[in-house]
């Protein structure tokens, strides 16, 4: 049994989403410390833009004829699946890219939703404990010029609640290029205030998972 982390940085060592989820990690590993933490970096090891077409063509083909590339795709699927399945919790890392969620992330997220055990339907995931890291350059609350570009976690926060049915925390830190990016220098208050608050919900929300693992055990 174990905790299933999703990393989607694709520049891990400067990462504000590796750091929250680690934040998320270390409370999940101080209350399980003989549990698997079951990893998957998508900068690391991304899933071929090609496998989620492959897996959806192989079902209208019969199993003897199905191409290498397709049984190769469809094998991948079961994987990713399987690491969801078996997981008694999930942490996903996931920053906003070019207004929209990270490719690499939607291209895992397609790969696993052709798993029929994955299914809105389905049981497999429904009601397990999960927290959602998500981190932007810019700040885009109510009232902020940017106010309605964030495509990202909206979309983040319907595919793993409401379509797959976690138990889902989000914890999310806005404003990441501020230090970074010198024409937000005047924001650098506000930007180390909502730091600080992404850490306390990310540190609560580590707890909270693992609290709700041991009382199921
Ligand atoms: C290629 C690229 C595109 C980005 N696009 C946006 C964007 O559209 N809006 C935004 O607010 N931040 C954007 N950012 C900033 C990232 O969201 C921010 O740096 C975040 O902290 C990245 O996650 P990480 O720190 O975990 O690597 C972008 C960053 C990169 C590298």
Redesign the pocket.
């Known amino acids: 049994m174990s905790l299933f982390r999703l990393d989607?940085?694709?520049?891990?060592t400067?990462?504000?989403?590796?750091?929250l989820a680690d934040l998320v990690e270390a409370e999940w590993r101080t209350a399980h410390p003989a549990s698997e933490v079951v990893r998957r970096d998508l900068a690391a090891d991304p899933v071929p833009a090609t496998a989620w077409a492959d897996v959806v063509t192989s079902n209208f083909v019969d199993e003897g004829d199905r191409s290498d590339r397709q049984r190769e795709a469809r094998s991948l699927a079961t994987t990713i699946a399987d690491e969801l399945v078996d997981a008694e919790a999930l942490l996903f890392?996931v920053?906003?890219?070019?207004?929209?969620v990270s490719q690499h992330f939607k291209t895992w997220f397609d790969l696993a939703y052709t798993d029929p055990r994955i299914d809105p339907q389905g049981t497999a995931l429904r009601g397990k404990p999960a927290t959602l890291v998500t981190?932007?350059?810019?700040?885009?609350a109510a009232g902020t010029p940017?106010e309605g570009?964030?495509h990202s976690t909206s979309w983040l926060r319907r595919v793993l609640e409401d379509v797959w049915g976690l138990d889902l925390r989000v914890v999310e830190?806005?404003f990441?290029?501020v230090g970074?990016n010198p024409a937000l220098d005047s924001f650098a208050d506000t930007a180390a205030e909502l730091k600080q608050t992404a850490e306390t919900h990310a540190v609560r929300s580590g707890r909270e998972i693992a609290g709700l693992v041991a009382a199921s055990r």
Do not use: Q
Not at 95 to 100: E, I, M, S, V
Not at 135 to 140: D, F, P, Q, R, T
């Open positions: 989607a940085s694709i520049l891990p400067t990462s504000a989403s590796r750091s890392a920053p906003l890219y070019n207004y929209g981190v932007l350059g810019g700040n885009y940017k570009w964030d830190r806005p990441t290029l970074v």
